[in-house]
């Protein structure tokens, strides 16, 4: 109970720490910034329910009144915005991404990090994410999944990252990595 | 860390945040169900009417908060220029403006406190399902103590590596990084069970 709530709120942090992050530019002009990578870490390394309750606690800081979101934004008005899809996805992202993480045991860690990363933190995010965009700017489903295409390069990135930093917390503390133990 | 939460007190602050929340979610809903220009005239007009009545100075700093809304206007104009449709573009830009200056004025002036008693208050009904309200509280807390100690150690393990290479280091740092902080973890929680654990009663 103490070691998960400590994790739990360990990687809370971790996602408000790289909303702190600058942005990177990729050449498209688009920013991409390293938030979500911590969504998809939290899943991986958390697992399912402990992932989902990190993010959990971050996006309820967030609304509470913290600007903990990239670009130092937070507060109520995130609702009331067009990304209000993505905030609320990121939960369920986290959740999809240590569910499918949970399910690969049998694969390499840094393999099945790649794909639960990839269909959690990024099909299963963009899913709400375009939901919410399309249902505060007005648009159709494919009108808003149009506009969000440019941040798709830099989200595949963050998940090979993810991959790649995952597999090595794994090899240097396997009993960190929740989601590879036989609770 | 700074909140969002305007310092200086108004009139606003002094109401509860239960009902102003309440309210929050009232506005927000008709804002959405009743799409027509004058609704969204008439509480657009009211936001504004009631950052004004707490100060030009209020004003200003609700103003900035909306500042970050500008590339989703951008788009917006851009897009509906395009169609030729300029009366709802002007709508749904209008709408959103509204309804994200309703949510910054209850932000702004409900202190950080006030609402995460709000959130355990919320919470409480899923004690039945395990969720300790203790758990809760301590993780706020330890979740806010945790972002200056990741911000500092990633600062002295990038100072560390500068002074080991000419590179900037910020991407070489973040496996140590992760390693401490995992390490921390396990210290931070023996430490908790030796002060004897997070009760689950409240």
């Known amino acids: ?183 | 860390m700074l909140a969002l939460t305007y310092s200086p007190q108004t009139r606003l602050h002094a109401v509860p945040a239960p009902i102003k929340l309440t309210a929050l979610c009232a506005i927000t809903t008709a804002l959405f169900i009743i799409p027509t220009g004058w609704a969204i005239m008439i509480l657009g007009g009211a936001a504004l009417a009631l950052y004004a009545a707490m100060g030009i100075a209020f004003l200003r700093a609700g103003l900035r908060t909306l500042y970050g809304l500008w590339p989703f206007v951008v788009v917006l104009g851009l897009w509906h220029g395009w169609q030729g449709d300029w009366d709802s573009g002007i709508l749904i830009i209008a709408r959103l403006v509204t309804a994200v200056a309703f949510a910054n004025l209850v932000t702004m002036t409900t202190p950080l406190q006030d609402m995460i008693a709000c959130l355990v208050r919320l919470l409480r009904p899923f004690r039945r399902l395990g969720l300790s309200p203790n758990a809760v509280s301590l993780a706020i807390a330890m979740m806010i103590r945790f972002i200056p100690v990741f911000l500092s150690r990633a600062e002295q393990l990038k100072m560390a590596y500068r002074a080991r290479s000419h590179r900037s280091g910020r991407w070489a740092v973040i496996f140590p990084l992760a390693l401490g902080m995992l390490d921390d973890a396990d210290t931070v929680s023996e430490a908790l069970r030796a002060r004897g654990g997070i009760s689950p009663k409240e």
């Open chain 1, 1 to 183: 109970m103490e070691r998960a709530t400590v994790h739990i709120a360990l990687f809370a942090a971790l996602i408000a720490a790289l909303g702190l992050v600058p942005k990177l530019m990729l050449t498209s002009g688009v920013p991409i910034t390293a938030q979500s990578m911590g969504i998809m870490m939290a899943g991986t390394i958390l697992g399912a329910k402990r992932g989902a309750a990190a993010v959990a606690l971050f996006v309820a800081l967030t609304l509470a009144g913290l600007p903990l979101l990239s670009g130092g934004r937070g507060g109520l008005g995130v609702l009331a915005g067009p990304s209000v899809g993505f905030v609320i996805g990121f939960p369920i992202a986290a959740w999809a991404t240590g569910w499918i993480m949970e399910r690969l045991h049998a694969l390499p860690v840094g393999i099945a990090a790649a794909i639960a990363a990839t269909v959690g933190g990024i099909v299963i995010l963009y899913i709400p994410g375009v939901a919410g965009m399309a249902m505060m700017l007005d648009k159709s489903i494919p009108q808003a999944a149009l506009l969000i295409t440019p941040f798709l390069p830099g989200d595949v990135i963050k998940a090979v990252v993810t991959a790649i930093l995952t597999q090595a917390i794994f090899r240097a503390r396997p009993a960190s990595v929740f989601s590879r133990q036989t609770l």
